[in-house]
């Protein structure tokens, strides 16, 4: 079965910065929007970014400004640029690919994901 790839995460300090990477391979990722949630213990799985098909991207507050989502399609990869990361971005964060080319979780591809842990 198809399943996007996580890479990038670790161990950094507050204020430092980790790019993750995500291989889709197997999926078509051209007119897909993709996204990146996280999930840290005891919460939820939460949303971070998205980017549509066309590049619009959109973000949870917390992480505006700080974040950047971007994607290859000729690569078939979406990136999530993390900047002035804080204690509270620890988590683990996983990579989706949509069906469509606007954001939907319905039948949506996960990742395994990937730590990120920001020490203060």
């Known amino acids: 079965q198809a399943q996007p790839v996580e890479s990038g995460g670790g161990l950094v300090q507050t204020g430092g910065s980790l790019r993750l990477s995500c291989a889709a391979s197997g999926i078509i990722v051209r007119t897909a929007a993709m996204a990146w949630y996280r999930q840290a213990p005891g919460n939820e799985r939460e949303f971070v970014a998205r980017?549509?098909?066309?590049?619009?991207?959109k973000y949870r507050d917390s992480v505006k400004g700080r974040f950047t989502i971007s994607r290859d399609n000729a690569k078939k990869m979406v990136f999530l640029q993390m900047n002035s990361l804080k204690p509270e971005d620890t988590a683990v964060y996983y990579c989706a690919v949509g069906r469509a080319g606007e954001w939907d979780t319905r039948g949506a591809y996960w990742g395994q994901g990937t730590q990120v842990t920001v020490s203060s």
């Open positions: 980017i549509s098909s066309v590049g619009v991207t």
